[in-house]
């Protein structure tokens, strides 16, 4: 329990030394992976798996995934892209997925904020 | 004109592409009613969060990369990776007159099968309490209908009274007592067309108890018509340890619906033990420190919160109150443990049942010794306080002096004359349960043990006694009683008539 603790303890200070300007910085992050294989620590696969964690956590947040009912046009696309980096900055990774089941519309999600305008949603929230 | 068309329509297409934004997270982990998500960097403290099957949860904590949700109903279906979101709103149940009558659960949910209730204002289950402006002293009185209890430790509207006790001592009786007598109180104000008139409405909140007894509880309700006036929220043992844990903040909010409206309700907490013991299941599972008895820290302003709503409101804020009776199992008859010094710290005043006492067969099993009411001898009715004044203290003697008699034989006459008197008024205070008293036959009862009617009666039939008053009080001297009633003072001139009543009842009695 105790050695837990203290692994969440070190990956969230190593986490924190990865960011230059408020941004995870991938060459920071694989420099501290480096280090960190290389010392072997003690409760080195807790810090691992808590920073992987950390760190899968962080790109999340930074990443968009825009799902759409049928293939979008690239300017449509462009657009999109656009709108959403003026509005969340320009660190952000993108996804593109089809999915049908949202019938038509989009749905985009930044981090963990989702803008749904499917009619899929739509139909969702008529009452019964 | 057209364009003004034109600019409507292009409002409606706006309207309609306007897409949904919501907060939302990834389950991690569930298990024990508690679901850990990733997430919801949005989302407030006891916001509801919705699962996929439209189950709802409570988020109680919030750290730095992940929620802790309590889950609420059936949660069986919910898998690690769905999806969650916040909804932006507080946990909150229908309140209203709607719910008279209705038993309900800790969302506000008909679980009688009588229909769904049809009430469209709703409050959050979580409130900040009345504030000090807002009150006013606590000056009318809540009539138990139990001597011993309107007689020695009387309650007000808005004031706190706990019942504590071992189990099988008697505390749900006595809180379903109040609620009977209530409703008798109700019925009779509402047949004498009296404007000024206010109804107290009950509302009990059963906390993981056994199916079964709640089910009798709503039985003897039911079979004393007492539920028309009467709310039942009930999280039973079988409902998961959230809804033990909020069922008394919804009766709480479900009782403010009445003190906020200008209403009067009583609130019967039983019991906050239990409650406690899901407050802590809870905390250890979303991982909070533990500290005395396991307790979460906060397990003091859990209590203190929920029983601070209870308040009678000034005449600007409606005049409305809430009183509440909460009950709390002792073990082994220890008041010291943390939840009862806690909840007796709260509280104004105590009503300690006694198991010893319960099976010397004298029930209630109130002990006078350690039962106090802070605030409520203020709202005793004046008659009351007349008849009844010296016999919380005759009584105390009695128990003092009925140990130190049992070491010898040889007693002075005054002695003597205060341990017969004590044995009567115990044998006085003995009531039937489901039978409360009005008010006007305590003080008749009361004032024929004060002035001394009841002395040359033997003990052992002291109960047949009061009983063949009873009736004939209220069978030949009903307008006396009415008077009693109205007057609320026993004064001099009906002092002399309940003296010539009781003279005739003795010449009669045998």
Request: aromatic residues 6%; glycine residues 10%; hydrophobic residues 40%.
């Amino acid at each position: 329990m105790n050695s837990n603790r203290e692994a969440k303890k070190s990956a969230r200070s190593l986490f924190r030394a990865c960011f230059t300007d408020g941004v995870l910085d991938p060459g920071r992050v694989r420099a501290v992976i480096g280090a960190l294989a290389e010392r072997r620590p003690r409760g080195c696969l807790a810090i691992f798996q808590q920073l992987s964690r950390l760190v899968r956590l962080e790109l999340a947040r930074r990443h968009v995934v825009i799902e759409s009912a049928t293939s979008l046009g690239e300017s449509d696309l462009g657009d999109l892209r656009a709108d959403i980096i003026r509005a969340h900055g320009n660190d952000l990774t993108f996804d593109v997925v089809i999915q049908p089941d949202l019938i038509g519309g989009l749905r985009v999600r930044v981090g963990s904020d989702v803008w749904d305008g499917s009619v899929r949603a739509r139909i969702e929230k008529l009452p019964v | 004109m057209s364009t003004l068309v034109e600019e409507i329509n292009a409002q409606i297409k706006g309207l309609q592409s306007s897409a949904a934004h919501t907060n939302t997270g990834t389950v991690r982990e569930v298990g024990d009613g508690i679901a850990r998500v990733e997430g919801l960097s949005n989302v407030m403290l006891n916001e509801m969060v919705e699962f996929p099957g439209g189950v709802f949860g409570l988020a109680l904590n919030l750290e730095e990369n992940e929620v802790g949700v309590v889950l609420l109903g059936a949660y069986g279906d919910i898998k690690e990776g769905d999806e969650a979101k916040t909804t932006g709103k507080l946990l909150s149940l229908p309140v209203g007159k709607a719910l008279l009558g209705r038993v309900v659960n800790t969302l506000g949910h008909p679980i009688d099968g009588k229909g769904p209730i049809d009430s469209s204002t709703y409050y959050p289950l979580e409130k900040i309490a009345p504030g000090i402006i807002k009150r006013r002293p606590v000056t009318q009185p809540v009539q138990t209908g139990i001597m011993a209890i309107d007689a020695m430790i009387p309650i007000g509207r808005g004031q706190r009274e706990l019942i504590i006790g071992d189990r099988a001592t008697g505390k749900t009786t006595v809180a379903i007592d109040s609620i009977i007598s209530q409703a008798k109180l109700n019925r009779q104000g509402e047949a004498s067309g009296d404007s000024d008139f206010r109804p107290l409405y009950s509302i009990y909140v059963a906390i993981g108890q056994k199916n079964a007894n709640v089910a009798r509880v709503i039985s003897t309700l039911e079979k004393e018509g007492a539920m028309p006036y009467t709310i039942v929220v009930s999280a039973s043992a079988s409902d998961d340890a959230a809804s033990q844990y909020l069922a008394p903040f919804a009766g709480a909010a479900i009782g403010e619906w009445f003190m906020d409206n200008g209403m009067d309700a009583l609130i019967v907490f039983d019991d906050l033990s239990k409650q406690a013991v899901a407050y802590r299941q809870i905390s250890l599972l979303l991982k909070r420190p533990s500290g005395r008895e396991a307790y979460p820290g906060d397990v003091f302003y859990l209590h203190s919160r929920l029983l601070e709503r209870s308040a009678r409101l000034s005449e600007e804020a409606g005049g409305g109150s809430l009183t509440a009776l909460p009950i709390i199992e002792t073990q082994s008859g220890d008041v010291s443990a943390y939840i009862p010094t806690n909840v007796i710290s709260i509280t104004d005043g105590q009503i300690y049942l006694e198991g010893d006492l319960f099976y010397q067969g004298i029930r209630p099993a109130i002990n006078v010794g350690l039962s106090v009411s802070r605030v409520g001898s203020a709202a005793q009715v004046k008659a009351m306080k007349q008849v009844a004044g010296k016999i919380k203290g005759e009584l105390a003697q009695f128990r003092e002096m009925a140990a130190f008699a049992q070491f010898g034989s040889d007693l002075d006459d005054k002695t003597k004359g205060l341990l017969e008197r004590g044995q009567r008024i115990v044998e006085l205070f003995k009531q039937q349960q489901y039978q409360p008293y009005s008010v006007d036959m305590m003080v008749v009862m009361l004032y024929a043990m004060q002035q001394g009617y009841m002395d040359k009666i033997k003990v052992e039939k002291i109960k047949d006694f009061q009983s063949k008053m009873q009736e004939f009080f209220e069978t030949r001297k009903a307008e006396l009683l009415d008077k009693v009633r109205i007057k609320k003072a026993v004064k001099e001139e009906l002092g002399i008539e309940l003296k010539t009543a009781l003279d005739e009842f003795t010449q009669f009695y045998k």
